[in-house]
């Protein structure tokens, strides 16, 4: 009997021990969903942003410049189209389906992902890629106020409070990311409301104080992904030697902004460092006057020994900026106008390419740039005709840039850039255009090739692009005709090399543009039709859905939702269809007191 009662005791002390241990050591029960981003569980979470005392101090800080323009800046709007009250009563149709379709989304994004990163539209879930700071929150705050939904705008003000920018489950913050969506949403919002919003100037100068850690190197570049912890642990950082260019490139409208409205010079001058080491190194790349996609900011001066080059993914911001930066500096440095100066007629050269289409219109892509070297050692510019969607940002950038930089004959290249995104969405069955495809280049010169369309050119092209090392009689048409008809092809189009549509901005950001800066009424309605397929597909019970293949009729939603769609796509198409006095160009990209409105938004 004893035995029996000692054996009990024993077990049930065995069964005690095994509980705690299972209940201390074991995952949660309440299983958390998968956000999609994996917390880093080393984490130390009691560790909370101070700023430590700075490994690398600086003896002195640039300051903004402060000389007056040595040029005045020409104005960019053109005068609005006449319009009669028909055109009016479409035109408010329009706008007004936009703003609806903002709201709903907007609304998906307060239900399901208030003070998270992203709302998941098929799930009605969340994640946190950028921090866990509310970054779709943030991004859209300056999208509130130009829609006029300044209810929200005040509760989404309000809730900007309750980010704590001292800390973070990430391990390593995205310096870029974190710059353009949360830096940018705060300095846009505060300068758009009339600087009414002194909280807002303060989430920004804690991003921006935030940041500054990642400059504390050697050589004061930043550190692009950065283990802040690892900082406050006191270890000696330095840049990796692999960073893409537009992630230490397009760092400096905000962060000069930054200083134009706290006069505190720290921002700028990181932002200046790095604008002189670029430019340092603008004439010295492989391809002269452009800089290559990886980048080594750890030594000094800076190599940019890359061989790759382009206007999209990884590089696109850096190119974006020059134009911006110089009016967020009232003119009054003439350094990034040199720097779109020097890149310009490259790009021209060895990137934009006409593009064969069976409607024979006049268009451009910006293709990417490889440098190989030819038998004898010389390098030689390889032209790959891949156009990414990224890109399309370039007929924007190229418009504003004629006008401020006095360039007319540029905006006949700004217009073939924008109609060939254009030309991207109309060719497909959903009206979307893909992340990527690579097109038909017709010869640079003019004289030598009328660029017109032919079933047969578009064959031989697919022969070339698919059995390159084949001699073209080699290959049956029929194989061709029958690869494009599996791959779902449209015409004009060899391969689609990445069909998805992210919700991205690019596109709709140049039509814009197009519009306020020539007054043609054509880019409207462009504009429309570009919406209403966008919205269309991706419109989901929640919010809205990345599409996995834009080449079908009816893509796939994906269950993703970045902060560009509320804080740049649906901006951009809203101001299509907005007065042309909202957010005038003239008003927030001329005037010397402009605000960033991202990178992306030259003027929201
Ligand atoms: C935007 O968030 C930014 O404009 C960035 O510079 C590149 N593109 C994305 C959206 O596509």
Same mark, same amino acid.
């Given at each position: 009997?004893?035995?029996?009662?000692?054996?009990?005791?024993?077990?049930?002390?065995?069964? %005690?021990?095994?509980?705690? %241990?299972?209940?201390?050591?074991?995952?949660?029960?309440?299983?958390?969903?998968?956000?999609?981003?994996?917390?880093?569980?080393?984490?130390?979470?009691?560790? &909370?942003?101070?700023?430590?005392?700075?490994?690398?101090?600086?003896?002195?800080?640039?300051?903004?410049?402060?000389?007056?323009?040595? &040029?005045?800046? /020409?104005?960019?709007?053109?005068?609005? /189209? *006449?319009?009669?009250?028909?055109?009016?009563?479409? &035109?408010?149709?329009?706008?007004?389906?936009?703003?609806?379709?903002?709201?709903?989304?907007?609304?998906?994004?307060? *239900?399901?992902?208030?003070?998270?990163?992203?709302?998941?539209?098929?799930?009605?879930?969340?994640?946190?890629?950028?921090?866990?700071?509310?970054?779709?929150?943030?991004?859209?705050?300056?999208?509130?106020?130009?829609?006029?939904?300044?209810?929200?705008?005040?509760?989404?003000?309000?809730?900007?409070?309750?980010?704590?920018?001292?800390?973070?489950?990430? *391990?390593?913050?995205?310096?870029?990311?974190?710059?353009?969506?949360?830096?940018?949403?705060?300095?846009?919002?505060?300068?758009?409301?009339?600087?009414?919003?002194? =909280?807002?100037?303060?989430?920004?100068?804690?991003?921006?104080?935030?940041?500054?850690?990642?400059?504390?190197? /050697?050589?004061?570049?930043?550190?692009?992904? %950065?283990?802040?912890?690892?900082?406050? *642990?006191?270890?000696? $950082?330095?840049?990796?030697?692999?960073?893409?260019?537009?992630?230490?490139?397009?760092?400096?409208?905000?962060?000069?902004?930054?200083?134009?409205?706290?006069?505190?010079?720290?921002?700028?001058?990181?932002?200046?460092?790095?604008?002189?080491?670029?430019?340092?190194?603008?004439?010295?790349?492989?391809?002269? =006057?452009?800089?290559?996609?990886?980048?080594? /900011?750890?030594?000094?001066?800076?190599?940019?020994?890359?061989?790759?080059?382009?206007?999209?993914?990884?590089?696109?911001?850096?190119?974006?900026?020059?134009?911006?930066?110089?009016?967020?500096?009232?003119?009054?440095? @003439?350094?990034?106008?040199?720097?779109?100066?020097?890149?310009?007629?490259?790009?021209?050269?060895?990137?934009?390419?006409?593009?064969?289409?069976?409607?024979?219109?006049?268009?451009?892509?910006?293709?990417?740039?490889?440098?190989?070297?030819?038998?004898?050692?010389?390098?030689?510019?390889?032209?790959?005709?891949?156009?990414?969607?990224?890109?399309?940002?370039?007929?924007?950038?190229?418009?504003?840039?004629?006008?401020?930089?006095?360039?007319?004959?540029?905006? @006949?290249?700004?217009?073939?850039?924008?109609?060939?995104?254009?030309?991207?969405?109309?060719?497909?069955?959903?009206?979307? =255009?893909?992340?990527?495809? !690579?097109?038909?280049?017709?010869?640079?010169?003019?004289?030598?090739?009328?660029?017109?369309?032919?079933?047969? &050119? %578009?064959?031989?092209?697919?022969? $070339?692009?698919?059995?390159?090392?084949?001699?073209?009689?080699?290959?049956?048409?029929?194989?061709?005709?029958?690869?494009?008809?599996?791959?779902?092809?449209?015409?004009?189009?060899?391969?689609?090399?990445?069909?998805?549509?992210?919700?991205?901005?690019?596109?709709?950001?140049?039509?814009?543009?197009?519009?306020?800066?020539?007054?043609?009424?054509?880019?409207?309605?462009?504009?429309?039709?570009?919406?209403?397929?966008?919205?269309?597909?991706?419109?989901?019970?929640?919010?809205?859905?990345?599409?996995?293949?834009?080449?079908?009729?009816?893509?796939?939603?994906?269950?993703?939702?970045?902060?560009?769609?509320?804080?740049?796509?649906?901006?951009?198409?809203?101001?299509?269809?907005?007065?042309?006095?909202?957010?005038?160009?003239? !008003?927030?990209?001329?005037?010397?007191?402009?605000?960033?409105?991202?990178?992306?938004?030259?003027?929201?």
């Amino acid at each position: 009997m004893a035995r029996r009662v000692t054996r009990l005791i024993l077990g049930a002390i065995a069964l %005690w021990v095994l509980a705690t %241990w299972y209940y201390t050591w074991s995952p949660p029960q309440t299983q958390m969903p998968n956000y999609g981003v994996i917390p880093d569980t080393a984490m130390d979470k009691s560790v &909370r942003w101070n700023k430590p005392p700075p490994n690398h101090p600086l003896p002195s800080l640039t300051p903004l410049p402060t000389e007056l323009p040595s &040029r005045r800046i /020409p104005k960019v709007q053109a005068t609005p /189209p *006449k319009e009669d009250e028909d055109a009016k009563k479409i &035109r408010m149709k329009r706008l007004n389906a936009v703003k609806e379709s903002f709201l709903h989304s907007w609304n998906g994004y307060k *239900k399901n992902a208030w003070l998270k990163d992203e709302v998941l539209p098929l799930t009605a879930d969340y994640q946190n890629p950028f921090g866990g700071w509310a970054a779709t929150l943030v991004d859209s705050l300056d999208s509130l106020w130009i829609l006029d939904l300044k209810d929200e705008f005040e509760i989404a003000v309000k809730s900007c409070e309750l980010i704590d920018f001292t800390t973070t489950e990430t *391990k390593e913050i995205n310096v870029f990311e974190t710059t353009i969506r949360y830096l940018g949403g705060f300095l846009a919002a505060y300068e758009l409301s009339g600087k009414q919003h002194p =909280g807002l100037l303060k989430k920004a100068t804690e991003v921006g104080e935030l940041l500054m850690g990642a400059f504390d190197t /050697p050589n004061r570049m930043p550190v692009a992904r %950065w283990d802040w912890q690892a900082y406050l *642990k006191g270890k000696n $950082q330095k840049p990796s030697f692999n960073t893409l260019i537009s992630e230490i490139g397009s760092l400096s409208m905000e962060m000069s902004k930054l200083s134009q409205l706290t006069g505190d010079m720290t921002y700028h001058d990181a932002a200046q460092r790095l604008s002189d080491e670029i430019e340092a190194g603008q004439s010295k790349t492989k391809l002269p =006057g452009m800089w290559p996609v990886v980048v080594d /900011p750890s030594v000094t001066p800076v190599r940019f020994a890359g061989d790759s080059f382009t206007l999209g993914g990884m590089s696109d911001s850096l190119y974006e900026y020059f134009p911006k930066q110089y009016l967020i500096l009232g003119g009054a440095l @003439e350094q990034p106008r040199k720097m779109y100066e020097g890149f310009i007629e490259v790009a021209k050269k060895h990137l934009f390419r006409r593009a064969l289409n069976p409607d024979n219109l006049p268009l451009l892509f910006s293709g990417d740039a490889n440098i190989r070297r030819n038998p004898t050692g010389d390098p030689l510019v390889i032209t790959r005709p891949r156009a990414q969607h990224l890109t399309c940002f370039a007929g924007g950038m190229v418009a504003l840039a004629a006008k401020i930089f006095e360039r007319p004959a540029d905006m @006949e290249t700004a217009k073939q850039l924008t109609d060939g995104c254009v030309w991207s969405y109309f060719a497909t069955p959903s009206g979307i =255009g893909p992340e990527i495809f !690579t097109f038909i280049p017709c010869d640079v010169d003019p004289a030598k090739d009328d660029c017109k369309w032919s079933q047969q &050119r %578009w064959i031989d092209a697919g022969k $070339q692009y698919w059995y390159g090392n084949l001699e073209p009689d080699e290959v049956l048409d029929k194989s061709i005709t029958d690869t494009y008809k599996e791959r779902k092809l449209p015409e004009g189009m060899v391969e689609v090399n990445d069909r998805r549509y992210i919700l991205r901005p690019e596109a709709i950001e140049s039509v814009f543009l197009m519009y306020r800066m020539t007054g043609d009424k054509a880019w409207a309605d462009k504009a429309w039709k570009m919406f209403q397929a966008v919205e269309k597909h991706t419109r989901t019970r929640t919010a809205a859905a990345a599409l996995n293949d834009v080449t079908v009729a009816s893509p796939a939603q994906v269950d993703s939702m970045e902060s560009f769609w509320l804080a740049e796509t649906l901006k951009y198409f809203y101001l299509v269809f907005s007065d042309f006095d909202v957010v005038s160009l003239d !008003t927030w990209v001329l005037n010397t007191e402009a605000h960033p409105l991202r990178r992306a938004d030259a003027m929201g």
